[in-house]
């Protein structure tokens, strides 16, 4: 009997506190849980590919003196690239430091552009190109990245060629080589060996070269090589 009173007792207890704590609660109030905070539609990229284009005929204007054409390709390039991706939970691979490099350089093309300062343009053009092509690698876009590479190191060894700086003439081709090792045995089928050729002997001509100006000679010529190497790899993308 007296089991029997303590356990209606406990059972009583227990009773009450549930109520208590029941009536205590707020309503509607669910579990505690980690919550996960909504996150917006993902925007669109920018158009990478015509956004280097831009870039491209913005160049060719600059070095032709026509700066209206220059300024109507800027902006053409502001509206390829005017949905840069954020670095965060949508893009963990993206720099923040490249985004940030891209925002200065693109005020720089802007501020050049005002100026119609042609070495301006053409730095700051080739700094815009190298990141746009670092984007694309980040964001899994770049087919082969070493080809932006290439890119940009052969226009800013004719850049540093035009400024007279040996220094960075030397750090810009050593770069060079080691990039082109990267990519030489991609190019090495039957029909990329003229190509390697033609490489290996420009890279054999600036490693020669002892005064400014034969590096002014010789470096506007890897800009045309490069462009040929990108249409022979686009190519045998495509067959693939």
Excluded at 208 to 218: K, S
Aim: hydrophobic share 45%; glycine share 6%.
């Amino acid at each position: 009997m007296y089991l029997a009173v303590a356990g209606g007792s406990l059972l009583l207890v227990s009773g009450i506190l549930r109520m208590r704590a029941w009536m205590s609660a707020p309503r509607g109030e669910k579990p505690s849980s980690a919550t996960v905070p909504d996150v917006s539609p993902e925007a669109p990229l920018p158009d990478f590919r015509r956004a280097l284009e831009r870039l491209e005929a913005l160049l060719d204007a600059a070095n032709e003196g026509d700066w209206i054409r220059a300024r109507s390709c800027f902006q053409e390039f502001e509206h390829f690239m005017r949905a840069l991706p954020s670095p965060g939970l949508k893009h963990p691979d993206v720099s923040v430091a490249l985004i940030d490099f891209f925002n200065l350089y693109r005020v720089q093309l802007e501020r050049a552009l005002a100026k119609e300062d042609v070495t301006g343009t053409v730095f700051a053009c080739n700094q815009l190109g190298d990141i746009l092509w670092d984007l694309r690698g980040q964001l899994g876009q770049a087919p082969l990245p070493e080809l932006g590479r290439l890119w940009y190191l052969g226009r800013d060894l004719q850049y540093w060629s035009e400024m007279g700086d040996e220094k960075m003439i030397r750090l810009r081709l050593l770069g060079l080589v080691k990039v082109w090792n990267d990519v030489r045995p991609i190019v090495s089928t039957s029909t990329g060996r003229e190509l390697i050729a033609q490489f290996d002997e420009l890279l054999d001509q600036l490693h020669a070269a002892r005064a400014i100006e034969e590096y002014q000679e010789i470096a506007p010529e890897l800009e045309e090589i490069v462009r040929q190497l990108e249409v022979h790899l686009s190519s045998k993308s495509a067959k693939r």
